[in-house]
């Protein structure tokens, strides 16, 4: 089993008042799943990608990645499993903007102690990887949103993690440059990465395997989607 939550909790302090975004959540994601989480707005579905992507501790329950349990590792624990286990693909890019698409794609490597030359190097071939080997030395402000989308997705790659964590990935994209984007998707699932994609946009969402349903911080439904 790759990911494994048991009766997660999460309760943040509104003033005085606490309030659940999570409540006896418990699911299970094999390696080399597809797998959209969906839900609402305030549904808790970003607090669910929050605590898989270690972005986020639970206030009660256990989290085993790997057969590991970190739902109680510190910031010095959780930093090199996001760093080589888990790549991000965010809905706004968060993509450095006065440095190229390059330096962008190297930077998880910078932080993981990889020597510059092998970074270029990697970073280069992660960027041809996903089509852009024609901005590899453009900035963000020089691109259309699907090619900054890419740059992002190279990013998430260049370390080569089994998961592949995406938030509203086509969110600030037109439908085709969305269709363009999910195929890229479909392809690393069937290079054999895992796949969590996390939207609130069905037509999104059915291009997992499964669908895991979220409202009100409980998981309302989980089910296979045939092809």
Do not use: W
């Not at 930093?79 to 006065?98: E, M, Y």
């Not at 890419?150 to 964590?165: E, G, K, Q, T």
Request: hydrophobic letters at 40%; aromatic letters at 4%.
């Amino acid at each position: 089993m790759l990911i494994e939550l048991n009766h997660i909790c999460k309760e943040y302090l509104m003033g005085k008042v606490k309030v659940a975004a999570l409540r006896d959540v418990s699911l299970s994601i094999d390696r080399g799943e597809y797998v959209s989480i969906m839900g609402p707005s305030g549904s808790g579905k970003s607090t669910l990608m929050n605590i898989i992507g270690c972005l986020d501790m639970p206030s009660g329950g256990e989290y085993l990645f790997e057969g590991r349990d970190i739902s109680r590792l510190d910031e010095d624990g959780l930093a090199p499993i996001r760093n080589r286990s888990i790549g991000f693909v965010f809905q706004t890019f968060n993509l450095l903007s006065g440095d190229t698409a390059l330096r962008n794609v190297e930077l998880p490597m910078l932080y993981a102690g990889v020597p510059a030359p092998q970074r270029r190097i990697k970073a280069r071939e992660s960027l041809i990887s996903v089509g852009l080997e024609h901005r590899i030395n453009h900035r963000p402000n020089e691109m259309s949103g699907g090619e900054r989308q890419r740059v992002a997705i190279a990013r998430a790659l260049v370390n080569d993690p089994p998961v592949i964590l995406a938030d509203e990935p086509t969110g600030n994209l037109d439908t085709r440059t969305g269709r363009e984007i999910m195929q890229i998707f479909q392809n690393l699932f069937e290079r054999g990465k895992t796949i969590i994609l996390v939207t609130h946009d069905h037509s999104i969402g059915a291009y997992a395997q499964r669908i895991i349903s979220i409202k009100d911080g409980v998981i309302e439904g989980d089910k296979r989607v045939e092809r």
